[in-house]
């Protein structure tokens, strides 16, 4: 069974590179027709020349709208613990609040 798994996988490459092939809109295509893209992809695809350059070089790929990605130098998404985050903190005492409204309790008295 084990032998068989390269087969499967360039199999899912190449279908999944096809797939995305047909569903890219015209203006996302670079360097070829989407036409030129397809033949490329289903002729050698059994190589994975088609399907690996397709993903290299026949898509436009887009930046996330912060302009920060995975792997941008320098640039990491700052971790906020949730004792330290307002927001939560704000929405557990909101949450404790509307516990105490439904038992009939007031806040204030404490």
């Known amino acids: 069974m084990l032998r068989y798994l390269p087969l499967l996988l360039v199999l899912a490459l190449w279908i999944y590179a096809f797939i995305d ?9 670079k360097g070829l027709p989407k036409l030129a893209w397809v033949f490329i992809i289903l002729l050698f695809g059994q190589v994975l020349v088609g399907p690996v350059a397709w993903f ?7 930046t996330p709208a912060s302009g920060i990605t995975p792997f941008s130098p320098g640039r990491r ?11 939560f903190l704000k929405s ?11 038992r009939g309790d007031d806040p204030k008295d404490d």
């Open 21 to 29: 092939c047909l569903n890219t809109p015209e203006n996302e295509v």
């Open 56 to 62: 290299v070089a026949g898509k436009v790929r887009k």
């Open 77 to 87: 998404t700052k971790f906020v613990a949730p004792d330290d985050n307002p927001e």
């Open 92 to 102: 557990l005492k909101d949450e404790e609040e509307d516990k105490d409204k439904k």
